[in-house]
């Protein structure tokens, strides 16, 4: 109640609240419903021509449901729902890491190990910090073979089988005229099959040597990326091995250090 001797004001601003209110309400449902899929927004208009009509039956919301939004972590190799074995497929991918003393972590590995449906895929990139190769040769350095060691245990231990394939980036510049990107990315996959060989891999595990010039960069990469220059390694289980990892959950022991054959 107003006082004595005080102006009553009234309550027009009550009024003029209730239409700002209201006019921002209308705002935002224009807004949402420009921001819909076509196929809601025809939905939409079909409703007020005809209200008695049943309306869009379809998912609603501003992004279309697709398999990306249903399963986002399909996309991200670090997660392991999406395949039976996949966790440990990680984990023997973790080891392998750290076998070799490298943080996965690190912006540019010089090895990338990525768990697929049917085992792994490893890349060993031929990069001028930490080259796998001795420059415009199949001869191996010291760490490819480090690196091929430790992956030579690693596909023996799980017997994995095995497809090599040897990869250049475009622009390679041969160091005679009779040698290419054909025959250098051949006889550097075929280097990586003596080596495996020689340390742990049976001969029968491996099952296709390829040579591909520069005809496959990587994904996403310029194909005169030095990134191009790599050693692909396809490991794929066999089916007791995948028999064998779903049962135990644990990673195979490591074969007698005496060298002993079954």
């Known amino acids: 109640m107003a006082k004595k001797g005080e102006a009553h004001h009234g309550g027009a601003w009550k009024v003029a609240y209730a239409d700002f209110v209201t006019a921002m309400m209308?705002?935002?449902?224009?807004l949402w419903i420009t921001a819909q899929d076509p196929k809601v927004l025809k939905a939409t208009a079909?409703?007020?021509?005809?209200?008695?009509?049943?309306?869009?039956?379809?998912?609603?919301?501003?992004?279309?449901?697709?398999?990306?939004?249903?399963?986002?972590?399909?996309?991200d190799k670090t997660r392991?729902?999406?395949?039976?074995?996949?966790?440990l497929l990680q984990r023997i991918a973790r080891d392998f890491y750290k076998s070799l003393a490298l943080d996965e972590a690190t912006k540019e590995l010089p090895v990338d190990?990525?768990?697929?449906?049917?085992?792994m895929k490893v890349n060993i990139f031929n990069r001028a910090k930490r080259p796998v190769f001795v420059r415009?040769?199949?001869?191996?350095?010291?760490?490819g073979q480090v690196v091929l060691q430790n992956l030579s245990w690693?596909?023996?231990?799980?017997?994995?089988?095995?497809?090599?394939?040897?990869?250049?980036?475009?622009?390679?510049?041969?160091?005679?005229?009779?040698?290419?990107?054909?025959e250098l990315t051949a006889d550097r996959a075929n280097t990586a099959r003596r080596a495996l060989e020689k340390y742990a891999v049976s001969p029968d595990q491996i099952k296709r040597v390829v040579g591909c010039g520069d005809t496959q960069p990587m994904p996403g990469v310029a194909s005169a990326d030095e990134t191009?220059?790599?050693?692909?390694?396809?490991?794929?289980?066999?089916?007791?091995?995948?028999?064998?990892l779903a049962a135990n959950n644990t990673p195979a022991e490591p074969p007698p250090a005496t060298g002993a054959t079954e």
């Open 26 to 30: 209308a705002l935002f449902m224009v």
């Open 80 to 87: 392991t729902e999406a395949f039976p074995n996949a966790t």
């Open 228 to 244: 191009n220059a790599r050693v692909t390694l396809s490991l794929s289980l066999q089916t007791s091995g995948r028999r064998e």
């Open 154 to 182: 690693l596909i023996d231990r799980h017997r994995f089988k095995v497809i090599i394939e040897g990869h250049t980036p475009t622009g390679f510049v041969p160091p005679k005229a009779d040698y290419g990107a054909w």
């Open 113 to 119: 190990v990525v768990v697929t449906p049917d085992g």
């Open 136 to 143: 415009d040769t199949a001869q191996l350095t010291e760490w």
């Open 46 to 75: 079909d409703y007020f021509r005809n209200p008695h009509k049943p309306i869009y039956t379809g998912p609603a919301g501003l992004m279309p449901l697709n398999q990306s939004t249903i399963n986002p972590a399909a996309k």
